[in-house]
């Protein structure tokens, strides 16, 4: 009976330790968590998974967004960034389809696709100026795009951007596709100009101008933004996303416009700093060079990331002019400058 009492004493002592033991443990938890600052709280949250296809191989135009990566600006916003390169036919219906939570295309591209009833919507444009320019010799008789009649332009192919480019020009300057010789010669612009297959070639103007320069080819360029204005590159998202996530957008673009806003300040260490994120970069001083080249086309006249009516104006009424479109009732719909405020 005594060793039953003894039993029981210890295992009701064994009990009051145990709770005595808990309250001691919780008034600790309590006060240490009193104690606790934002900063701490704020960390323990998971990062939001996103991600933007960028539409093209790794490449040093993508600084703003590698730079953001690196700095820490995407994990500061809460947000676990992914980057999906390649070359996408349909770039914005992927990213319907659910491939992406982002895409990085043009204006262009984005009237065509709503022009299809894809509602999705550009929030920041991120390259001010169209980057694509004409490029002819310097002792070329072309002294500007209205002397392209009757002369042989290369370009790729009928497609894409710099093929939206020639035929901008040719509106601008009441020419039409027949008035010149066209030849589609892939991605060789530079050999064909060089071998003068061909009179002039349409480009992007952060490379090949830079290419026939190192070669010691003058040559002079046009850019298609000082003729015909056309929305480039941004940021786009679905209508949906915009409604349920805003603020995760917003986070979004304002920490990609952080990046911008620190290539164009640190050009050559955002090289650098682009560099683990672009295979096979191996000459620091050409891609810095390229970089330098594509920083004014990122500024452009305005607030940086901002979209111009004006422009929209513009290019709506020269894709409508070229059957590319039917005419938009609102444009302001395709476009905000909400989020970069």
Known sequence: ????????????????????????????????????????????KSAQQVSIGLGYIPDIQFAPFYVAQSKGYYKDAGLDVTFHHGIVPDLIGSMMAGKNTFVMAGGDELLTARNEHIQAKTVTTIFQKYPISLVVPADSPIKSPADLKGHSIGIPGPY???????????????????????????????????????????????????????????????????????????????????????EMVHQFVLATLKGLSYVIAHPEEAVTLSKPFVPGMSNNEQ???????????????????????????????????????????????????????
């Open 1 to 44: 009976m005594n060793g039953v009492v003894v039993l029981m004493f210890s295992r009701s002592r064994s009990l009051a330790m145990l709770v005595c033991a808990l309250f001691m443990l919780s008034i600790s938890l309590l006060a240490s968590g009193c104690g606790a600052s934002p900063s701490t709280t704020s960390t323990s």
């Open 160 to 246: 894409g951007s710099s093929y939206t480019a020639l035929l901008a020009f040719l509106y601008k300057e009441h020419l039409s596709l027949s008035d010149v010789k066209l030849q589609s010669i892939g991605f060789t612009q530079v050999a064909a100009l060089l071998a003068h297959r061909v009179d002039a070639i349409v480009g992007f103007s952060n490379n090949e101008p830079l290419q026939l320069q190192r070669r010691n080819f003058p040559v002079r360029t046009f850019a298609v933004s000082d003729y015909q204005p056309l929305v480039s590159e941004g940021i786009i998202v679905p209508e949906t996303t915009l409604q349920k996530q805003p």
């Open 287 to 341: 891609t810095l060079q390229i970089l330098k080249a594509t920083i004014p086309i990122w500024q452009g006249s305005g607030a940086l990331g901002s979209n111009d009516d004006a422009t929209w104006q513009s290019m709506e009424q020269f894709m409508v002019a070229q059957k590319m479109i039917k005419p938009v009732q609102k444009l302001s719909d395709a476009y905000t400058n909400q989020y970069i405020k």
